[in-house]
């Protein structure tokens, strides 16, 4: 207890109390602070300084002849503590909640990433008086904490994961809450836990030579399952636009006789399986000097896609010469039209280096087999999302092609259901 606090505790009725044990006791005595400043009772008694020990700490002295005083003053004191530490904890939970339910509210308005970020590290340097907040999220293909928000830092450029001496590195992976230091300032680092997962940490630096409290730590942690919950949201608004505007966008671009040239002018047996393969080929352009060159790699990347395609077998929708369309059906099987379409995305994508992601779903042509051609190459689409370089699958795809090695994918906005091929 700082000094102030024992003349804080005397103001009130444990201050009462106090004085009117000093006004009966049979002889002078009187109650100072730990710089010996008069606070109660008898300015002129004199006799044996007694200390006034509460919590464990020295709080003040009784100066009195008799010691038994001293431990009556003691008990009152002890009292009064206890209930102005209940007091407090109270006060600090109601600021709590009422910070969490503010925050809640505010992110519930909060529909992008970068306005969740932002808020909130500016929420909580404000409310915590840290000097500096950051905000990182996981970025499962470089395997690295990437920033997503940062006020009063250095910009940074990433958290490497495999730096297991990194605070961020270490809480990231055991999901728990930590108090440590860089340098004099203490930093308070805390997961962004959200259901079994965990999408990146919080990183809060407070002045150098203050300190942060357990009930700091458990703030921190509070607010970071707050702000985790609100990417989530984020994240799933944003995949749901995204998926829209690429739904239209495929639509718009596929031919409505795709259908009749995969059967040769005639109607799709019912019930046939088809699988569809899709990739963007402007993601294998790599930045170009200008669009016109921009343009030639895409050109160059569609004729080289074409040879590869057809030589497996496949139909190929490619009105606008960017969006690729491939769709696989064999008489024998659902099996066969699988493993062609594999064959044909890894050959682009290994010997020819092709570089924009796959993506290849299976779908069966029952009930509206338009409408079902247009779900698949959706699904084919959304695959391709989470292809980042890579050949990946639906489960469906992955069922009937033998002979290939498949992991589940591991980042992207279809972890589930979607799978890499390996070889």
């Given at each position: 207890m700082r000094r102030t606090d024992l003349r804080r505790m005397l103001r009130g009725s444990a201050g009462d109390a106090v004085r009117a044990l000093l006004d009966t006791h049979g002889s002078p005595a009187r109650v100072a602070d730990t710089d010996g400043r008069h606070l109660a009772g008898d300015s002129a008694a004199a006799g044996s300084a007694h200390p006034l020990e509460v919590g464990g700490e020295v709080v003040g002295s009784l100066v009195a002849d008799d010691p038994a005083l001293a431990t009556a003053l003691v008990a009152i004191l002890a009292v009064e503590a206890e209930k102005r530490a209940l007091a407090d904890e109270t006060l600090g939970r109601y600021k709590e909640l009422t910070l969490l339910y503010d925050m809640s509210e505010q992110f519930a308005r909060l529909l992008d990433l970068d306005s969740v970020g932002r808020h909130a590290v500016e929420q909580c340097r404000r409310h915590l008086r840290a000097e500096a907040a950051d905000l990182f999220v996981l970025n499962a293909a470089r395997?690295?904490?990437?920033?997503?928000?940062?006020?009063?830092?250095?910009?940074?450029?990433?958290?490497?994961?495999?730096?297991?001496?990194?605070?961020?590195?270490?809480?990231?992976?055991?999901?728990?809450?930590?108090?440590?230091?860089?340098?004099?300032?203490?930093?308070?680092?805390?997961?962004?836990?959200?259901?079994?997962?965990?999408?990146?940490?919080?990183?809060?630096?407070?002045?150098?030579?203050?300190?942060?409290?357990?009930?700091?730590?458990?703030?921190?942690?509070?607010?970071?399952?707050?702000?985790?919950?609100?990417?989530?949201?984020?994240?799933?608004?944003?995949?749901?636009?995204?998926?829209?505007?690429?739904?239209?966008?495929?639509?718009?671009?596929?031919?409505?006789?795709?259908?009749?040239?995969?059967?040769?002018?005639?109607?799709?047996?019912?019930?046939?399986?088809?699988?569809?393969?899709?990739?963007?080929?402007?993601?294998?352009?790599?930045?170009?000097?200008?669009?016109?060159?921009v343009l030639q790699r895409v050109d160059q990347a569609v004729a080289q896609a074409l040879a590869i395609l057809v030589e497996h077998g496949a139909v190929v929708d490619l009105p606008l010469g960017e969006m690729l369309v491939a769709v696989f059906w064999d008489p024998e099987g659902f099996g066969q039209a699988a493993q062609r379409a594999i064959a044909a995305a890894t050959t682009l994508e290994g010997g020819a280096g092709l570089g924009a992601g796959i993506g290849i779903a299976g779908g069966a042509l029952d009930d509206d087999p338009a409408e079902r051609l247009d779900g698949t190459i959706n699904a084919a689409a959304r695959l391709h999302e989470s292809a980042d370089g890579r050949v990946v699958v639906d489960a469906r795809i992955r069922q009937a092609a033998d002979g290939w090695r498949f992991e589940p994918c591991v980042n992207g906005p279809l972890p589930e259901g979607c799978f890499e091929v390996r070889g």
């Amino acid at each position: 207890m700082r000094r102030t606090d024992l003349r804080r505790m005397l103001r009130g009725s444990a201050g009462d109390a106090v004085r009117a044990l000093l006004d009966t006791h049979g002889s002078p005595a009187r109650v100072a602070d730990t710089d010996g400043r008069h606070l109660a009772g008898d300015s002129a008694a004199a006799g044996s300084a007694h200390p006034l020990e509460v919590g464990g700490e020295v709080v003040g002295s009784l100066v009195a002849d008799d010691p038994a005083l001293a431990t009556a003053l003691v008990a009152i004191l002890a009292v009064e503590a206890e209930k102005r530490a209940l007091a407090d904890e109270t006060l600090g939970r109601y600021k709590e909640l009422t910070l969490l339910y503010d925050m809640s509210e505010q992110f519930a308005r909060l529909l992008d990433l970068d306005s969740v970020g932002r808020h909130a590290v500016e929420q909580c340097r404000r409310h915590l008086r840290a000097e500096a907040a950051d905000l990182f999220v996981l970025n499962a293909a470089r395997d690295a904490l990437e920033p997503l928000a940062q006020v009063g830092t250095e910009e940074s450029t990433g958290l490497d994961l495999d730096a297991s001496n990194e605070v961020c590195a270490r809480v990231f992976y055991s999901g728990h809450a930590e108090i440590t230091s860089d340098g004099d300032a203490p930093v308070l680092c805390a997961p962004l836990r959200h259901g079994e997962s965990v999408l990146g940490v919080l990183r809060i630096t407070h002045r150098r030579g203050a300190e942060w409290s357990a009930g700091d730590l458990k703030l921190v942690t509070a607010l970071a399952a707050n702000v985790a919950s609100a990417l989530h949201k984020a994240r799933l608004h944003t995949e749901q636009v995204h998926a829209m505007a690429l739904r239209h966008q495929v639509q718009r671009h596929t031919s409505p006789d795709l259908l009749e040239a995969v059967f040769d002018g005639d109607t799709a047996p019912s019930g046939a399986e088809i699988a569809v393969l899709f990739s963007d080929l402007r993601a294998s352009a790599g930045n170009g000097d200008s669009p016109e060159a921009v343009l030639q790699r895409v050109d160059q990347a569609v004729a080289q896609a074409l040879a590869i395609l057809v030589e497996h077998g496949a139909v190929v929708d490619l009105p606008l010469g960017e969006m690729l369309v491939a769709v696989f059906w064999d008489p024998e099987g659902f099996g066969q039209a699988a493993q062609r379409a594999i064959a044909a995305a890894t050959t682009l994508e290994g010997g020819a280096g092709l570089g924009a992601g796959i993506g290849i779903a299976g779908g069966a042509l029952d009930d509206d087999p338009a409408e079902r051609l247009d779900g698949t190459i959706n699904a084919a689409a959304r695959l391709h999302e989470s292809a980042d370089g890579r050949v990946v699958v639906d489960a469906r795809i992955r069922q009937a092609a033998d002979g290939w090695r498949f992991e589940p994918c591991v980042n992207g906005p279809l972890p589930e259901g979607c799978f890499e091929v390996r070889g």
